[in-house]
């Protein structure tokens, strides 16, 4: 598997977000120089890392936005459409994407139809951010549902798995 981050960079949203290890490497990679974290951990678009899977014959799972998330609220809408565009193209990779901003994975992708070869997954590190995010998920048509239940903070309960594929977890 690899990892694909046509962006780079986020803001801290939720509990989960406390010990962010995307965080701490982007700083990483910003001391020694590394293309696309300028801004350290910043939101910003990496298009030259764009069409990375283009350039890739064989098949790959893709971590979509490991440094990053790909529903980020400033992430414009015409640079996302360019974004599953290179994953329509490439039906030989599989795109496992993740988020925390689940609202706004629903609002872009209910409308569309969503190819085989993508993953969705919200991550569900405590009862009252997290939980809410898998109702939104289980609303979506993808080959693949599955949940990050990773850093699991608390106690969740009894979680509803319907329509989930695929489940996580991590302290």
Not at 18 to 34: F, H, P, S, V
Not at 47 to 63: D, H, I, Q, S, Y
Not at 138 to 157: N, T, W, Y
């Amino acid at each position: 598997s690899s990892d694909l981050n046509p962006t780079a960079g986020c803001s801290k949203v939720s509990a989960g977000c406390k010990n962010c290890y995307a965080e701490t490497m982007a700083i990483r990679l910003q001391a020694i120089g590394i293309k696309g974290y300028e801004n350290g951990f910043q939101f910003s678009i990496v298009p030259e890392r764009l069409n990375e899977p283009l350039k890739r014959k064989k098949p790959t799972v893709f971590f979509v936005n490991s440094m990053s998330d790909l529903f980020h609220q400033n992430m414009p809408d015409e640079y996302l459409n360019k974004i599953f565009e290179v994953i329509k193209k490439t039906p030989h990779h599989t795109y496992q994407i993740l988020t925390k901003r689940a609202d706004k994975m629903f609002a872009y992708l209910r409308d569309k139809q969503l190819p085989e070869n993508i993953w969705l997954g919200v991550t569900v590190e405590n009862k009252e951010e997290g939980l809410p995010r898998i109702d939104y998920l289980r609303q979506l048509k993808a080959s693949v549902l599955f949940l990050s239940i990773e850093p699991l903070l608390e106690d969740l309960g009894k979680i509803d798995l319907k329509n989930i594929d695929w489940v996580i977890v991590g302290g």
